[in-house]
Each structure stands twice: as structure tokens, then as C-alpha cells.
């Protein structure tokens, strides 16, 4: 092997006792291996913690720069979805100033307590993203105590019967496992979700705002009677602002209404397209023409059938 070495490498290993080898650990460009050198009158050698050798330095000007870009483009996606909410604001605020926002954009309640998910998921869900929205908005770089608190309220038509005429919130809160070293309140109760099962009169609690939204989602009640309730039982005056708010709140009970009976007919249809598919063998474009499925909602039927 000496033989193949070149002059500086001979002259080194004169000096050097013995190499000890050690397990490798790790892959490829993680791959790492001790090494150990013991010289002649001196033993082992080992290099000096505050001594940075070249290749430390390059991997440290290496991460330095990795940083560096992850932090600019960081930033640039901040500012893009500031931007973007910005302008969205901006339309959403027109589109109000115009009257033109559907009954969707100005509440949403919900009719399915069981939409295949637990709807408390899903309002942990979107105070989740409105705290994180919060990034280039309220605050910026590390600045977190900036964090302002989000609510996430559900109005649920129809609830099961143990969750009827009951209002159920949902909170971080702190808990002392061992001592009680206690945080402000301020600095953890950051989100909530606020449930509202309603029920109907004939139920337990059926008073309060319970009832008040009870009143102004109804079918059964009409404008003018919610309007009266309003006024003689909560002391509501009917403004035009006022009445202009029964009335969209009127319509979100009927498109509420209408969007059950919609679900109801599609999974009826379903049903039927799956029967027709399991007992005779059909297609499934052979089972839709049969049960005469009108040609601009075929795609959606095939959709929702891939999807099951």
C-alpha cells in the first residue's frame, strides 16, 4: 500500500502509532465514522473543540444560506396571502355595500349534526386557520404575543335529542400535572367554539337566544310573526337595518331547507343507481338512463358513486 502513497503521505505516517476504526452509522451524505489517531510519544490526538475546520465552515455557510432563503420565501408567501385576503375583503366589503352577498357568505348554520365528521373537528379546524391567517396580518416574525382570539359559533338545526335546546363551548384550558405553576389566561384561551343546538318548544331550556333563533329559523313562522316576536318578547325595535336582517335570516332557513331536501333526493338516487347496478348488472350509465337522470347531473351521480 506504501507504495502508492505520495511523499507527504509517508512522511505522516511515520509519525502515526496506529488508526483505531469505529462503527459507521447513518446513509450516504449522512454516513459518519469515528476515527481515531495515536501518534508516536504523544498517543491519541484529539482536535480541539473551538477549532472549526474548513468543511464545518462550508456546511455552516451552506445551512446559513438555507436558512436565509426558507425566511425570504417565508415571507413572500406571508405577503402573497395578505394580499390575498386584502383583496378578498375588498370584494366581500363591495359586494355587501351592494347587497349582492348570498345568504351562505353572511351565516352559515348547520342542518347535518353528522356529516360523516364531528363537527367540533371541524371548528377546531377553521380557529386553527384563523390564528394562523393571523401571520402578516396581526403580527410578524416572532412577535407572537400579538395573537388575537378566534370564535368559531355553530347554530345546528337539528341536533340529536340529548343535544337539543343546549349551548356547549369549547376552550383551551390549563391543567396542573405536577405543581401549579399557573400562565395568564390571556396567553392560552386563544380559541373557541361555541355550539347551539336547537330543539324546538317542547323541549328543556327552550328560552333566551335559544328560542330567539329558534324563532328566526323556522319555516313555520313567517316574516311578519318573527318580526313581532322580536319586537313585543326581546325588545327589539324593527329598523329598516333590522328588518333587512329577518329577512336574511328568513332566507337562510328556507336555503338551509331546500339544500336537506336536495341531499335527501341524491341519496335516494344513489340508492336506486347502486340497486339497479347490483341486481340486473347495469352500467352505470345503463342504470342512470333507466331511472331517467337528466343529462346535466349524470357527472355528479358518477362522481359521488367513485367516491363511495
Known amino acids: 500500500m506504501i507504495d502508492h502513497w505520495n511523499a507527504d503521505q509517508v512522511r505522516m505516517a511515520e509519525f502515526i502509532e496506529k488508526i483505531i476504526v469505529h462503527e459507521g452509522s447513518g446513509r450516504g451524505k449522512q454516513?459518519?465514522?469515528?476515527?481515531?489517531?495515536?501518534?508516536?510519544?504523544?498517543?491519541?490526538f484529539?482536535?480541539?473543540?473551538?477549532?472549526?475546520?474548513?468543511?464545518?465552515?462550508?456546511?455552516?455557510?451552506?445551512?446559513?444560506?438555507?436558512?436565509?432563503?426558507?425566511?425570504?420565501?417565508?415571507k413572500v408567501l406571508a405577503q402573497a396571502r395578505y394580499e390575498k385576503r386584502k383583496q378578498e375583503r375588498r370584494e366581500f366589503t363591495a359586494r355587501k355595500r351592494a347587497?349582492?352577498?348570498?345568504?351562505?357568505?353572511?351565516?352559515?348554520?348547520?342542518?347535518?349534526?353528522?356529516?360523516?365528521?364531528?363537527?367540533?373537528?371541524?371548528?377546531?379546524?377553521?380557529c386553527c386557520r384563523m390564528i394562523s391567517s393571523q401571520y402578516g396580518r396581526e403580527f410578524t416574525g416572532p412577535h407572537y404575543e400579538k395573537i388575537k382570539k378566534v370564535y368559531s359559533i355553530w347554530i345546528c338545526m337539528k341536533p340529536p335529542q340529548y343535544r337539543e335546546n343546549t349551548i356547549t363551548r369549547y376552550r383551551l384550558v390549563e391543567e396542573h400535572l405536577v405543581g401549579e405553576g399557573k400562565e395568564p389566561v390571556r396567553n392560552y384561551d386563544l380559541l373557541s367554539?361555541?355550539?347551539?343546538?336547537?330543539?324546538?318548544?317542547?323541549?328543556a331550556n327552550y328560552d333566551g337566544v335559544l328560542r330567539m333563533l329558534d324563532v328566526l329559523l323556522s319555516n313555520?313562522?313567517?316574516?311578519?310573526?318573527?318580526?313581532?316576536?322580536?319586537?313585543?318578547?326581546?325588545?327589539?325595535?324593527?329598523?329598516?337595518?333590522?328588518?333587512?336582517?329577518?329577512?336574511?335570516?328568513?332566507?337562510?332557513?328556507?336555503?338551509?331547507?331546500?339544500?336537506?331536501?336536495?341531499?335527501?333526493?341524491?341519496?335516494?338516487a344513489l340508492s336506486d343507481l347502486r340497486n339497479l347496478m347490483e341486481t340486473l348488472g347495469l352500467t352505470i350509465e345503463q342504470a342512470m338512463a333507466a331511472l331517467k337522470v337528466p343529462e346535466g347531473e349524470r357527472q355528479k351521480y358518477m362522481d359521488l358513486l367513485e367516491r363511495q
Open 31 to 44: 454516513r459518519r465514522q469515528r476515527l481515531d489517531f495515536y501518534f508516536n510519544f504523544i498517543g491519541a
Open 46 to 74: 484529539e482536535v480541539p473543540a473551538d477549532i472549526v475546520t474548513p468543511m464545518e465552515q462550508e456546511a455552516e455557510r451552506r445551512q446559513q444560506e438555507e436558512q436565509t432563503e426558507k425566511e425570504e420565501y417565508s
Open 99 to 126: 347587497g349582492l352577498l348570498t345568504t351562505e357568505e353572511q351565516v352559515e348554520a348547520q342542518n347535518d349534526f353528522y356529516p360523516g365528521y364531528p363537527l367540533i373537528k371541524r371548528g377546531i379546524y377553521y
Open 193 to 203: 367554539i361555541i355550539m347551539l343546538c336547537l330543539g324546538g318548544p317542547n323541549g
Open 220 to 268: 313555520e313562522t313567517s316574516e311578519a310573526e318573527k318580526r313581532k316576536i322580536l319586537q313585543d318578547d326581546y325588545d327589539i325595535q324593527m329598523t329598516q337595518t333590522m328588518e333587512r336582517e329577518v329577512s336574511v335570516m328568513c332566507n337562510l332557513s328556507k336555503g338551509v331547507e331546500e339544500k336537506g331536501i336536495a341531499k335527501g333526493h341524491a341519496e335516494r
